[in-house]
């Protein structure tokens, strides 16, 4: 950030009074432009055994696997956010059951909320981000192509939980990749 | 929005090529100025039958009462933040045990993520945003001075858990108030 996108002058960074975090100041209009952590709302749509995937047609990640997932909007409700997404990514119309998963990213100021979500119908098809979208029993899932760690996390825990018969909210941790 | 935080110039509000609602867009650097909703995240500090609740010394809703909570920063995870703020508000060092509530509130859009904590100590004061804290038994909340709707609904689904001792993720919406 470079400039106040209220008045257009220069911002300075600095701590402003009765803060401890360091800001984006404008001392010409003397508004405060803070910066915060981005939702990513999404889904894993069920049907009978199998979940849905999406093979992302944009980058980053192109090619690669996914959850039907995106940021949030302002105006919306989570549950609306993954259900458009879902919509959007796999033109796929599900109803949500629960929040399943919660991660932050701390370090690219991420946080995940994915639900579990019933397919309404088998009627589904690649959205606009999507090359193809495809279901996958949990045996099929292409592990070592999938997109994001946060994907294989949700994944992961979703494939024991049924396993164990027991789906419960897990909230999680992604730290950056060891260089 | 009036100019572009990058390089300045006057921004347009237009739906980008791709996309499918109006965003703020520089035509001079090209950059998209998202705007996203912002994540509150707190706790319930308990201490025996006791929860804390803080009296705000800030503005919105001074001199109301309220939970420990506020805006998520960059570079944390949610529990981080939560921790952080009961800190800063009531000087209180909490055990997050679990993620309780996540409330969108899309008028304004923010998104709510309340934890249950277990307070490790009854030392604790009033920090430099609240008039005071307290401890209070479900049947001492001060309902009608509360600062906000969220934390109510959140006080009512944590007094109906304990009475039925079954405590479990809630996930609900908080509408504009009528006018």
Redesign the interface.
């Given at each position: 950030?470079?400039?106040?996108?209220?008045?257009?002058a220069?911002?300075a960074l600095k701590v402003p009074a009765?803060d401890n975090?360091p800001r984006?100041v404008c001392d010409t209009c003397l508004v405060i432009?803070?910066?915060?952590?981005?939702?990513v709302a999404g889904c894993i749509p069920e049907w009978e055994d199998r979940i849905l995937l999406c093979r992302r047609a944009i980058e980053p990640q192109y090619g690669l696997w996914t959850l039907p997932a995106g940021?949030?909007?302002?105006?919306?409700?989570?549950?609306?956010a993954a259900l458009r997404e879902t919509r959007e990514e796999a033109e796929a119309d599900v109803e949500l059951t629960?929040?399943y998963t919660?991660f932050?990213i701390?370090?690219i100021?991420q946080?995940y909320?994915i639900f579990r979500g019933s397919l309404r119908s088998a009627d589904f098809k690649a959205g606009?981000e999507s090359l193809e979208v495809q279901l996958f029993r949990p045996d099929e899932i292409p592990w070592e192509t999938l997109a994001f760690r946060v994907i294989s996390a949700t994944l992961q825990h979703y494939v024991e939980d049924r396993q164990n018969d027991g789906f419960r909210?897990h909230?999680g941790?992604i730290l950056p990749t060891p260089c």
């Open positions: 950030m470079n400039y106040c996108s209220q008045c257009g220069k911002v009765g975090l984006f432009h803070y910066q915060n952590p981005r939702i940021f949030m909007e302002n105006g919306e409700t989570i549950e609306q629960s929040l919660v932050s701390p370090h100021s946080v909320l606009h909210l909230t941790l």
